[in-house]
């Protein structure tokens, strides 16, 4: 694989990655020229324990360019600079220029809670030059050296010493609040461990401590012998709604055994996720033969220097659909309590998916 | 008050509320006439440690009545019987007929995780009989009736062996879900503490063994030595943008002291925390002059039988939108983290609240 690093003239960070050697002249634009470097910062929420993260200067992507003008192309027209260069690569990735978080954070103004710099990175991760494509279309190889891009920005974002877990994932659809329909997904470096996968690798741990076995692993198991919410299986990798799906159309894939991270999946296994990942995507647009909205993240052992041995990586798809047409609304019981209400069995849209017929070459 | 109890044809409970007393010949009608009972029932969520209710007698709620037949009016064509009578009364509750959760809910099917009937209760409460006013028009007499109402909902249905929590909420809006225009909220009654109350209490009681003081309780003092994020402060409530909000326009109410429950208000506090509601309310209608929609979450003392010294009442307004017409998404960061991005400070959204003027009698 290779990797090129260019700069911004605004400082910001470019990487492009393909598997041929990439010409060495080619040279950074930048979407805009911002003045002072944004400087989020954490504000501590004491009734729920969780890190609230402030960015008002993102209240600036409102002023969006006009929808003919795509800032994730690669740049043609030098008075009008995207965020991309022409050139021969595969996969780009460059600092948001709107981020929650970044690793000059300074100087947390003071408040009635506790608050901290917004210390982490915000990446782009432009998936093809493609305006076209999907994450889904992209054939094999593409999805291969996607997958050597995420293992090498966890590797890469991980050993700051401000992160503490890295997460790609990609919010697809305007239902999801997406306005640039180029393919591209996200990788957030927090620095700390996050609520959510804090509290999936609490129940990872426990379980862990009390069956000496792995509590994804486990569930894996248990989902192949079952059969019924199996979406796709290959020789390492498994595709399948949970048996305890919140979303109507959640997919989860996981390596079968329990890789840690990204970075632990060798080429076979590369290969495999690949495959899984397609199949699921294609099945997604396949099911009303229209593209699917989806929220699409990654959980992986965190990058806090701590052994991690109850981690398992796994992708969970949220899709807001219910049905053709009706969104799967959050409300009370489901922001209040916490408690998600499902008024599908995950038996039914497993079938649902499993009808889809997908051919990948 | 007064408060009949009446009873569907279908086995369903029917509980009207006036300061008059209401005429004892009121018959209970129901808008639909349905078969077998629903059976919800909950699965475990290994992974996140919570439960999942599914109750697939809901995909039904697609049928939906035409926008011009309101379930929630009176009854008037008997040909279409609606939910709830003619007659002198002011608040009605009565059991939703597509309950996620019900009281005889048994025989929950087994699944390669626990599973348990969905056991608990689901009421809807009809704020008034008139379509055309919204919670923040209603009388502040009509309010604290509504407030007794709760507190009510939380005594009668708190000591049922099955219910550990109840929580009171409003959905309102399309842009949360809702599809009855007719001003009414729901009781939810839990057959656990739910994930999110059961963190604040989590986070409640850690701060009550270190300074032998209420959490809530200190932080409200902070905000009003602050002042900054007040909305508005009588004698016994406070209306605030918490510091740490995670919706740009989030509000929150409660007692100055440490009430528990809503059963715990006396007549004093319920007159001021109508007048706290109603202004709420009226600020964020005055906002932009139209109707704001918001999920609206009372947190209180678990009635799960065990002592709850750390509790403390507060209603949480979470507003999806952060600017007109603009939404915020709960997308990769928010879902698949636990991290809230906001783009909006706490002080700034307080200060357009603060400047909405209302004017209540």
Same mark, same amino acid.
């Given at each position: ?7 911004k003239?605004d400082?910001?960070k ?14 950074a634009?930048?979407?805009e ?5 944004? +400087? ?14 402030y960015?008002?200067h993102r ?13 994730l ?17 595969d996969?780009?990735?460059?600092d ?16 009635i809670?506790a ?7 915000c ?9 076209? $494509?999907?994450?889904?279309s ?8 996607l997958?050597?891009?995420?293992a ?8 700051l ?10 919010n697809? @659809? ?5 306005t640039?329909?180029?393919p591209? @997904?996200?990788v957030?470096?927090y ?18 401590a ?8 486990d ?7 079952d ?7 290959? &020789?390492?990798?498994?595709?399948f709604v ?5 979303y ?5 894939? $996981? ?10 999946? +060798? ?17 997604? &647009? ?7 909205p989806?929220v ?11 052994p991690h ?6 992708v ?6 219910r049905?053709? @047409?009706?969104?799967?609304y959050?409300? @009370? ?20 998916l ?7 070459e």
């Open positions: 694989m290779h990797k090129p690093t260019l700069h003239c400082g910001r470019l990487l492009l990655y393909s598997r041929r050697p990439i010409a060495p002249d080619i040279e634009p930048s979407a020229q911002s003045g002072t470097p944004p +400087n989020p910062y954490l504000r501590w929420h004491p009734l729920r324990g969780e890190w609230i993260a960015a008002d209240q600036n992507r409102i002023f969006l360019p006009p929808v003919e003008y795509n800032p192309a690669v740049n043609i027209d030098p008075t009008h600079p995207t965020e991309v260069p022409t050139g021969d690569y996969v780009a990735v460059f948001n220029l709107f981020p929650t978080l970044t690793i000059t954070a300074h100087d947390a103004p003071e408040a809670v608050t901290a710099p917004g210390r982490g990175v990446e782009v991760v432009v998936f093809t030059q493609d305006q076209q $494509a999907t994450l889904g992209l054939p094999l190889w593409h999805l291969e050296l997958i050597e891009v995420w090498d920005r966890y590797r890469e974002l991980g050993i010493p401000d992160v503490q877990y890295v997460m790609p994932f990609e697809r @659809g305007v239902e999801v609040g997406v640039l329909p180029h591209h @997904g996200q957030y470096a620095p700390f461990v996050p609520p959510v996968p804090a509290r999936e690798l609490q129940q990872q741990q426990a379980y862990f009390e069956h000496s076995r792995g509590l994804l692993a569930l894996i198991s248990a989902e192949l012998t059969g019924r919410r199996v979406i796709h299986a290959n &020789d390492t990798m498994l595709a949970p048996v305890c799906a919140r109507s159309y959640e997919v989860w894939i $996981a390596p079968r055994r329990p890789a840690a991270s990204l970075a632990d999946l +060798n080429t076979h296994e590369r290969g495999d996720f690949a495959r899984a990942l397609k199949t699921v995507l294609l099945k997604y &647009d396949g099911l009303w033969s229209k593209p699917f989806y699409m993240v990654f959980h992986q052992a965190p990058t806090d220097g701590l041995s109850e981690a398992h990586l796994h969970e798809f949220y899709p807001p659909y049905m053709p @047409g009706r969104l799967k959050l409300a @009370g019981s489901e922001l209040g309590a916490g408690v998600f209400t499902a008024d599908t069995l995950p038996e039914l849209k497993a079938k649902e499993r009808a889809v017929k997908v051919s990948i």
